[in-house]
């Protein structure tokens, strides 16, 4: 009988062995920064109705992909509601936002049917991806040793590309400002070339990303 996984996450077995190596590769992501996200295709509930959805037909669009633990739960709810509150934002941005968990398709269905007052979440405004498999939430590197997703965020270019991510605990819930802070950089970046400093906000000053293009704005900045 194989060894259970120590608190690693590895197998006590002996290297090489074939329990060992499928250990390896279920802690062994696949999205990374700077690497093209990993493509799927997963039913959803977009507006009401079950659809399949594909990461790779965004393409030409930003891509904001959020997982969350569980449906039903504490902190899920607030975070689902406040992204999809902001969607017409990100709509503005070229950006899409999807959001998944391992619950199925019924019951993401079941709790935008139950009232926000109860811990509903009420109608959403983008699609709630159903990763019964969890083979998204595994490939995505978020899926933790209790089987459920933790609150990975991953902002993906019009190219595919993963450009940022987020990974918090279970009791963390994230800012739904910050990942619209993110979009804006990296379309700042995109369009000027230029990079973005601590805190950067739509407005404020960035700088071209060499010695001689950066003076002025560490001039600016060393006087602060």
Same mark, same amino acid.
């Given at each position: 009988?194989?060894?259970?996984?120590?608190?690693?996450?590895?197998?006590?077995?002996?290297?090489?062995?074939?329990?060992?190596?499928?250990?390896?590769?279920?802690?062994?992501?696949?999205?990374?920064?700077?690497?093209?996200?990993?493509?799927?295709?997963?039913?959803?509930?977009?507006?009401?109705?079950?659809?399949?959805?594909?990461?790779?037909?965004?393409?030409?669009?930003?891509?904001?992909?959020?997982?969350?633990?569980?449906?039903?739960?504490?902190?899920?709810?607030?975070?689902?509601?406040?992204? @999809?509150?902001?969607?017409?934002?990100?709509?503005?941005? *070229?950006?899409?936002? %999807? /959001?998944? #968990?391992? &619950?199925?398709?019924?019951?993401?269905?079941?709790?935008?049917?139950?009232?926000?007052?109860?811990?509903?979440?009420?109608?959403?405004?983008?699609?709630?991806?159903?990763?019964?498999?969890?083979?998204?939430?595994?490939?995505?590197?978020?899926?933790?040793?209790?089987?459920?997703?933790?609150?990975?965020?991953?902002?993906?270019? @019009?190219?595919?590309?993963?450009?940022?991510?987020?990974? *918090?605990?279970?009791? %963390? /819930?994230? #800012?739904? &400002?910050?990942?619209?802070?993110?979009?804006?950089?990296?379309?700042?970046?995109?369009?000027?070339?230029?990079?973005?400093?601590?805190?950067?906000?739509?407005?404020?000053?960035?700088?071209?990303?060499?010695?001689?293009?950066?003076?002025?704005?560490?001039?600016?900045?060393?006087?602060?």
């Amino acid at each position: 009988m194989p060894s259970p996984p120590s608190e690693s996450g590895r197998s006590a077995e002996p290297a090489g062995s074939s329990a060992r190596n499928k250990q390896d590769a279920y802690h062994s992501p696949r999205a990374q920064v700077g690497q093209p996200a990993p493509d799927f295709t997963a039913t959803a509930v977009v507006n009401g109705q079950f659809e399949q959805v594909q990461l790779s037909n965004y393409r030409g669009k930003n891509v904001v992909l959020f997982f969350w633990p569980l449906d039903f739960t504490f902190v899920c709810p607030t975070e689902i509601v406040a992204f @999809g509150e902001a969607a017409t934002k990100f709509a503005e941005r *070229n950006t899409v936002v %999807l /959001g998944a #968990s391992i &619950d199925s398709q019924f019951t993401h269905l079941a709790w935008q049917k139950t009232p926000r007052s109860e811990g509903g979440l009420g109608k959403v405004g983008f699609p709630m991806i159903a990763d019964l498999t969890k083979e998204i939430s595994r490939t995505y590197g978020v899926l933790n040793e209790g089987g459920v997703a933790l609150r990975g965020l991953f902002l993906i270019d @019009g190219k595919g590309v993963v450009r940022h991510m987020l990974v *918090n605990d279970l009791p %963390l /819930g994230r #800012s739904v &400002d910050e990942a619209l802070r993110m979009v804006d950089a990296l379309m700042h970046f995109e369009k000027h070339g230029e990079v973005c400093p601590a805190n950067w906000k739509p407005g404020a000053k960035a700088m071209k990303p060499d010695p001689q293009g950066s003076k002025s704005f560490f001039q600016e900045w060393g006087r602060a």
